[in-house]
């Protein structure tokens, strides 16, 4: 950014309030400094009550851009598993700019004491006409022509006949206040009821106390089979918030793809901000079913009961 900076390109860069918090003040002593650089923070519970800015994006020139499940510091490039795309569809790229200005003036709005109406107050489906469709969250919030990406998100497990492979950090119906939350969790189950294979493959920060009863109620159904992924420990030692499986995505039937920002459970595709791009493109939707067969398959990957018995022998074995 710095060297986009001194060659002249205006750059604005959006971060969750909480996300600051978050990072280490030089980075952002940096980032500020960068010349012409503007900086702003934005805490998204102010427009949802309890959400946050989840999206990782970037948009250039407003003809192009990237999403994927990537933060911007260097563990996600070095030490997480993570999945991106880039963008250089201008229509695909103006709908990202689109969200990009709508929180950009929400944030200022807010600073100003104002408050953020909401752009809808019905479901606003996406339009799936083209090869490729941006989805994003939360639906009261989104910009005109951008459709909502948990309805997205049900209507393609809805039109799913023979199999769905899923790649997610976090899985489970419930919210961040863990109510319950069972949209995702409907769609799966009835995806399998009609016979439709379901391959979930999650991190092994998903196994905790509160969400293992739901993963083993989902596992028990017919047609649906979960395994956990860990990355070992960097040869380095310990790195905090690393080593683990970040990635969001999902393949149908060889010929939907999906990649997104968001994780899959209550709080995030009702209440925050995220951005997934879906694929009706055979090609890319084999390329995320590929590489969710090489983790399924690697020796990294257990099954869900395995994993289990794992995380009990290390809690019955810590001090």
């Known amino acids: 950014m710095d060297r986009a900076a001194r060659r002249g390109v205006a750059i604005r860069f959006l971060i969750e309030g ?8 030089p980075t952002i002593a940096r980032l500020r400094a960068i010349p ?3 900086f702003r923070t934005l805490a998204f519970a102010g427009l949802t009550g309890t959400g946050i800015i989840h999206a990782k994006f970037v948009v250039i020139d407003g003809t192009s851009g990237y999403l994927g499940s990537q933060n911007f510091d260097w563990r996600s490039l070095e030490h997480i598993d993570e ?38 107050t019905g479901e606003v489906l996406a339009d799936d006409a083209g090869p490729a469709t941006l989805v994003a969250s939360p639906n009261a ?17 809805g039109e799913a006949r023979h199999d769905a492979r899923i790649t997610v950090m976090d899985y489970a119906p419930l919210d961040q206040q863990r109510g319950y939350y069972g949209v995702i969790d409907a769609a799966l189950r009835a995806a399998a009821a009609r016979g439709v294979t379901i391959e979930l493959l999650v991190a092994d920060w998903d196994v905790t106390p509160a969400k293992t009863p739901w993963l083993r109620s989902l596992a028990a159904v017919p047609n649906v089979a979960i395994r956990v992924a860990t990355i070992p420990p960097a040869a380095e030692g310990p790195i905090p918030f690393a080593r683990v499986v970040h990635t969001k995505a999902m393949a149908i039937d060889g010929r939907v793809g999906w990649v997104g920002t968001s994780n899959w459970e209550g709080g995030y595709l009702d209440s925050s901000r995220n951005v997934e791009l879906v694929f009706r493109d055979a090609g890319l939707a084999d390329r995320i079913g590929r590489m969710h067969d090489t983790l399924w398959s690697s020796a990294y990957a257990v099954p869900l009961e395995a994993a289990i018995a794992r995380r009990q022998q290390e809690a019955s074995r810590a001090p």
């Open 18 to 25: 909480k996300g600051v918090a978050m990072s280490d003040d």
């Open 36 to 38: 012409g650089l503007q």
């Open 83 to 120: 999945t991106g795309v880039r963008i250089d569809d201008p229509r695909v790229a103006g709908q990202l700019a689109a969200i990009f200005a709508q929180d950009w003036a929400a944030q200022a709005t807010l600073a100003a004491g104002g408050q953020v109406a909401p752009t809808n």
């Open 141 to 157: 919030f989104n910009p005109p022509g951008v459709g909502d990406s948990q309805a997205e998100l049900v209507r393609l497990l």
